[in-house]
């Protein structure tokens, strides 16, 4: 999609404006202000844009999101008043291919999306007609959920610190500068705050979530925070709200902000999608379409291998008490 925005030259000039004003501002400030321009003003997933995701790789994400979501409704004896939901739904390929498995095993629930971005409502009510949309996780029914949030939290904003003192962000003039540097250790308040209200809902309310992200499970420090433009890295004080500003997700402190409920082990997306059958899958699509049996399995190997995507993204998945596991996420 061409890009829509006004240019970034009014973002940049406010950011400036604003340290003249108060001065420097935090990480997460100029992030929240930067991704939030970023997002309203464009589609920025596939080829033309800036990033590639999961969903927009293979259909068998998704349906294997489904798969898992539609298994866990089942043993839960299928209740009838569960919705479907997704935080942050991109282009809503996941939830279009998620939903067509998980209608196929008899789930006719709502379709709920929490989604800030104007743009990216419009696709996403193209790809899943009758979704509802909110700006917040407060914000969804007291249902049941059977939730997913693929590269939703590393959009979230961090904070970055050296020793006890913030880094902040400042302006010369001519360019925007960090205040100190070192080595960086990283919080992020929004998303305890969101890994919160999620498990606040389905410790209420009841319901599953899978988690999908980039990240590390091992309480790991260092800077992560990038700005990718183009499927390139970018300098990430470079021109705010033209880049995708993203950090690694710290999936302990994500499980620890999630305590109101059941918060699952932490397993690598490689061997989970493995787990739940993507060969089987990928052996049967590629059946169906044996020109693209190539194809498929690059597919495959773009989302499982270890040097791919494989490793680096993660998954959690969080429950209600009385709710089954996630398939391959079992305790
Ligand atoms: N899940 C999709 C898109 C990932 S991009 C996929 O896998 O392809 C991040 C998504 O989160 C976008 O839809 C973006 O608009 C949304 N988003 C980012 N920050 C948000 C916020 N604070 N509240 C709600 N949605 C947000």
Same mark, same amino acid.
């Given at each position: 999609m061409p890009d829509a925005s006004p240019s970034s030259e009014g973002l940049t000039e406010e950011l400036r404006a604003r340290i003249v004003a108060a001065g420097p501002v935090t990480v997460a400030d100029y992030m929240a202000a930067a991704n939030a321009h970023y997002y309203a003003t464009r589609d920025p997933l596939g080829l033309a844009g800036d990033f590639v995701t999961a969903p927009e790789i293979s259909q068998m994400f998704g349906e294997l999101v489904g798969a898992a979501l539609a298994d866990a409704w089942a043993r839960a004896g299928c209740p009838a008043d569960a919705i479907f939901a997704e935080l942050g739904p991109g282009r809503g390929t996941l939830a279009a291919d998620a939903l067509r498995v998980m209608r196929r095993a008899g789930f006719a629930g709502h379709v709920h999306f929490v989604e800030t971005s104007p743009a990216l409502r419009e696709a996403q009510a193209k790809a899943v007609p009758g979704a509802h949309f909110h700006d917040n996780i407060e914000a969804l029914p007291p249902r049941p959920l059977l939730l997913v949030a693929n590269e939703f939290f590393d959009a979230l904003p961090v904070d970055q610190w050296v020793g006890d003192e913030q880094r902040r962000i400042a302006h010369d003039g001519t360019r925007f500068a960090f205040t100190v540097d070192g080595p960086i250790r990283e919080t992020s308040p929004a998303r305890d705050a969101a890994a919160a209200a999620l498990a606040a809902h389905l410790a209420r309310h009841g319901g599953a979530a899978i988690i999908i992200d980039y990240g590390y499970a091992g309480g790991e420090t260092g800077d992560t925070l990038q700005a990718v433009r183009g499927h390139a890295f970018a300098d990430v004080l470079d021109r705010p709200g033209e880049? +995708?500003?993203? &950090?690694?997700v710290d999936f302990l402190a994500l499980g620890k902000a999630a305590s109101a409920c059941v918060v699952s082990r932490v397993v690598s997306q490689g061997s989970w999608l493995e787990t739940?059958?993507?060969?089987?899958?990928?052996?049967a699509l590629a059946a169906r379409n044996p020109e693209q049996t190539q194809a498929i399995a690059a597919a495959r190997r773009r989302l499982c291998d270890e040097a791919e995507m494989g490793r680096l993204f993660k998954i959690i998945a969080l429950?209600?008490? +009385?709710?089954? &596991?996630?398939a391959g996420l079992e305790p």
């Open positions: 880049a +995708d500003l993203t &950090a690694h739940l059958g993507i060969g089987p899958r990928a052996s429950r209600h008490p +009385d709710w089954p &596991a996630i």
